[in-house]
């Protein structure tokens, strides 16, 4: 009744945050058996990962004024300031981004996206590879083991559900 959804690496490409900073947690649960999906991120890859899956800071600063439920209480945001609705504290963020990238992705978001659907995605099935020295990834055809795949995500369908369903959303009771 449990499967892990990871969103990390660049599969077939070495590194990526999440993998460098945790290999042998990775290893543990692609050895592990539990049902296993990897959402890539593939940064900077010719490869479309999630990386891909990207809004514009006009995009926020336009749609995403006061949008989304209205919280109880104020949250603290990350860089400071109190927010009550989802969509302020977004605009917050890309203020406050490093950088000068005219856009951010929305790594997390594809994670989410492919949960509710899965046609947003492109799935593959392989045999579980394993993350051996310097972070590269070390294919093992003759695994039985499978696990998959997930890239090439349809990135304006999981932007255009993303901002109506911050606009027209439903509390879940």
């Not at 004024?65 to 927010?83: C, D, E, N, Q, Y």
């Not at 593959?124 to 310097?134: T, Y």
């Given at each position: 009744?449990?499967?892990?959804?990871w969103l990390g690496?660049?599969?077939?490409?070495?590194?990526?945050?999440?993998?460098?900073?945790?290999?042998?947690?990775?290893?543990?649960?692609?050895?592990?058996?539990?049902?296993?999906?990897?959402?890539?991120?593939?940064?900077?890859?010719?490869?479309?990962?999630?990386?891909?899956?990207?809004?514009?800071?006009?995009?926020?600063?336009?749609?995403?004024?006061?949008?989304?439920?209205?919280?109880m209480s104020p949250?603290?945001?990350?860089?400071?300031?109190?927010?009550?609705?989802?969509?302020?504290?977004?605009?917050?963020?890309?203020?406050?981004?490093?950088?000068?990238?005219?856009?951010?992705?929305?790594?997390?978001?594809?994670a989410l996206s492919?949960?509710?659907?899965?046609?947003?995605?492109?799935?593959?099935?392989?045999?579980?590879?394993?993350?051996?020295?310097?972070?590269?990834?070390?294919?093992?055809?003759?695994?039985?083991?499978?696990?998959?795949?997930?890239?090439?995500?349809?990135?304006?369908?999981?932007?255009?559900?993303?901002?109506?369903?911050?606009?027209?959303?439903?509390?879940?009771?």
């Amino acid at each position: 009744r449990t499967k892990v959804i990871w969103l990390g690496s660049n599969y077939p490409d070495r590194g990526e945050y999440n993998l460098e900073n945790d290999v042998s947690s990775v290893n543990y649960v692609i050895e592990s058996g539990i049902p296993l999906e990897i959402v890539t991120v593939r940064q900077n890859s010719s490869l479309r990962g999630s990386a891909n899956v990207s809004v514009s800071r006009t995009e926020i600063y336009d749609k995403m004024p006061g949008l989304g439920p209205l919280a109880m209480s104020p949250v603290t945001g990350r860089h400071g300031g109190s927010f009550r609705h989802f969509g302020d504290y977004s605009i917050n963020l890309f203020q406050n981004k490093s950088g000068d990238r005219p856009r951010k992705p929305l790594f997390d978001l594809v994670a989410l996206s492919i949960l509710k659907n899965p046609q947003w995605g492109v799935r593959e099935s392989i045999p579980a590879p394993i993350v051996v020295d310097n972070l590269n990834w070390s294919n093992r055809p003759e695994n039985s083991r499978e696990i998959i795949i997930w890239g090439d995500f349809s990135s304006e369908e999981i932007i255009d559900d993303f901002f109506e369903s911050i606009e027209n959303y439903s509390l879940v009771k």
